[in-house]
């Protein structure tokens, strides 16, 4: 069975550092825009005076996604939800700033950045971006924010008529981030609504302990083990999506499970793997049954 897990180890470790190119959804209207010249090749090589609002820091996840894994409470389930720019991490907005660094996951996949600029004449909200279209590098890309009853980030997506081509939305997951992991927004969106709270936990004699699963990815009650990491990323095409979780994935004493939410618990199952490489994986005996505490 550790020749099996060890994979997996590989697999957990590899979304940290990696983060297929699905598309964003169409908009369902062709607006228009006036503006400067957009395009890629014009973005301002001085500073500009406007700067950056600290409302755009924090960790960003595309809507679709957030709304739903509220639902499914399965990542794998979700994953087609997952857009081409799935996630975005701003750290340092500042108002005397001419340029902002942003982060960004591409298909939670692989790790991106960009750059935004701001200038825009009227469009104190809207600014440039250096972000390419490699399909047609006409086209270009402008980051805007809107303030209402919640702050939200759009990318928006205009070919070189300036015609909306799509846009992707995204809601702010953290206010502020220590992480430097384009990921970690979608990583604390799964613990919150997957598995974040107090449990029964009762294991396949009959035992039964109190276990508790932090947003931030620690783990209480199981002895030995101190955190817990959910699978993200199903980038490989053919690969059996099942939901996984991994405790101690970063230690020598990790241990992973099939986990799948059943009338209200969340069942933990051992595995087989099928192919010996990770991609068909199938549930076999069940070794925890969490039934949550309520308040």
């Not at 700067?51 to 979700?78: C, M």
């Amino acid at each position: 069975m550790k020749a099996k897990l060890k994979y997996f180890i590989v697999i957990f470790l590899a979304a940290v550092s990696c983060q297929s190119e699905k598309r964003t959804r169409k908009a369902k209207d062709t607006t228009t825009i006036e503006v400067e010249t957009l395009n890629n090749k014009e973005v301002p090589k001085k500073a500009i005076k406007g700067g950056f609002p600290s409302v755009l820091n924090g960790d960003w996840v595309q809507t679709d996604y957030v709304e739903s894994i509220k639902v499914t409470k399965s990542p794998a389930r979700s994953h087609n939800k997952i857009g081409k720019y799935s996630s975005i991490i701003i750290q340092e907005a500042e108002k005397s700033a001419d340029s902002l660094y942003v982060g960004c996951s591409m298909g939670n996949h692989e790790g991106w950045q960009f750059t935004i600029y701001p200038g825009l004449s009227g469009k104190d909200t809207l600014y440039k971006t250096n972000l390419i279209d490699y399909d047609d590098r006409s086209n270009y890309y402008l980051l805007g924010y809107s303030v209402g009853g919640d702050t939200t980030l759009t990318l928006f997506h205009y070919n070189k008529n300036n015609k909306l081509i799509d846009k992707t939305e995204y809601t702010r997951i953290l206010k502020s981030s220590s992480s430097n992991s384009v990921e970690s927004g979608i990583q604390y969106l799964a613990n919150r609504e997957v598995f974040a709270g107090k449990y029964i936990c009762s294991d396949s004699l009959g035992h039964s302990k109190t276990v508790s699963f932090s947003p931030e990815g620690n783990l209480s009650g199981f002895s030995g083990y101190q955190t817990y990491r959910i699978n993200t990323d199903f980038d490989e095409p053919d690969e059996n999506t099942a939901d996984l979780i991994g405790f101690n994935t970063d230690k020598k004493n990790n241990r992973y499970f099939v986990f799948e939410g059943k009338q209200g618990e969340i069942l933990l199952y051992n595995y087989s793997d099928i192919d010996g490489r990770g991609m068909d994986i199938s549930k076999t005996s069940l070794v925890y049954t969490l039934r949550p505490v309520r308040k």
